[in-house]
Structure formats: C-alpha cells, structure tokens
C-alpha cells in the first residue's frame, strides 16, 4: 500500500511538472508566432523600398536608404525564418523526444526567443530609419512638409520605443532555469524525492516491523 502510494505520488508530481512546462512551451510558441507574422509584414514593406531610386537624388541618401533597408529586411527574415523554425521543431522534440525533451525544448525555445526578439528590434529600428530617409529623398523640396513630417515621425518612434521600454521594465522578471530545477524532498516516510527511485528506499517488512530474522529479509518488501 505504501509502496503504490508512493508511486502514485511520484507520478502525480512528474505530470504536475510536465504540465506547467507545456503551458511555457504553448507561450512561447505563441510569442514566436506573433514576431513572426509582424516580421513578414514588415518585411514585406521593407522590400518595396528597393525600387526607389531617381538620380536627381544626392547619392548619400540612395545608399542610406539601400542601408537602412537592407538591414530591416535582413532582421526581418531572420525573425520570420528561425522563429518558424524554433515553433515548429520545438514543440515537435518536446513531443516525440526521448525522455527529458519537454525540458530541454523550453530550455532551448526560451534561448531562441531572446534571440529573435531583439532582432526583431533590429528590424524596427532598421525600418524606421527607412522611412526617414524616404521623407529626405521625396520631400526635399518642401522644406517645410519635410521638417514637420521628420518631427511627427521621430515623436511617435520615440514614444513607441520609451513606452516599450517600460513595458518591458514593468513586466520584467526573472524567468526559473528548468535545466537546473533544484531537486526538493517530499514530504512523505522514506524521504522520497520525484527522481528517486522506489527500490532505492525500499525496506523490508523484518526491518519495518522490527522482528526477528527468522524469516526470508526479501518477505512483504514495499
């Protein structure tokens, strides 16, 4: 009885664990999916710039553009490819890995997910960026529009990415490491842990019950 207790305990605790790291994954997963699709989408603004170009144009603001372009388009992609990647094979490892996947896919999909964040910042920053060198190339011979659209401009970029900031800052804290989850002691006869094993704890019925040796040590083990 005790010896079923024990185990029914031990895979109690073992499916309580595999359950709140499903709920990691499934957030992760749907963090990716979202970066992913805005990526795509900017991506996809971003690639349109390329066909910009008048030689009546200083050539510094052609190459600033072609640069700044360039690398939101790069950013971009990144995001879109390897976060596609990370949610499609991380959840697929956590499921038909072997035993101590589901672990390491949220281990390594936490990894991937600071990763392609900030190069999804990247991105933006590349993009906004972007539009300002659109404003120089097609509104440089209004001064006046040009100047009020780079304001304009400017305060919302900088009002998105302060706000963001604290965003991050309020809702900022510091995620466990379930590589290094700290082995804790139940608090149940024999000092069971999850990753003990049962036979390592077993006694016999001599030795539990205190009586004399007379019968085989292995008799009533639990």
């Not at 510091?174 to 006694?203: C, F, H, M, W």
Request: glycine letters at 6%; charged letters at 15%.
């Amino acid at each position: 009885m005790l010896r079923t207790d024990r185990l029914a305990l031990d895979a109690e605790i073992q499916h309580a664990r595999l359950a709140i790291q499903e709920r990691d994954l499934n957030n992760v997963t749907t963090f990716l999916d979202g970066l992913a699709t805005q990526a795509a989408l900017l991506a996809g603004f971003a690639f349109i710039s390329f066909t910009t170009y008048d030689a009546t144009v200083e050539p510094w603001k052609i190459v600033c553009l072609y640069l700044t372009t360039s690398i939101s388009l790069g950013a971009n992609l990144f995001v879109v490819c390897v976060g596609q990647l990370v949610t499609i094979f991380g959840p697929t490892l956590a499921l038909k890995g072997p035993k101590g996947s589901m672990e390491r896919a949220v281990n390594l999909m936490r990894y991937y997910r600071t990763l392609i964040f900030w190069m999804f910042i990247l991105g933006l920053v590349g993009f906004a960026f972007m539009i300002i060198c659109l404003l120089l190339i097609y509104l440089q011979k209004d001064l006046g529009v040009l100047v009020s659209c780079l304001c304009l401009v400017f305060c919302f970029f900088v009002s998105t990415f302060v706000f963001s900031a604290k965003v991050l800052q309020d809702f900022k804290f510091k995620s466990p490491d379930l590589k290094y989850v700290v082995k804790r002691d139940i608090d149940v006869p024999g000092n069971l842990t999850p990753q003990t094993s049962i036979n390592e704890n077993a006694v016999s019925a001599v030795k539990f019950l205190g009586i004399d040796g007379k019968v085989n040590d292995d008799a009533g083990k639990f």
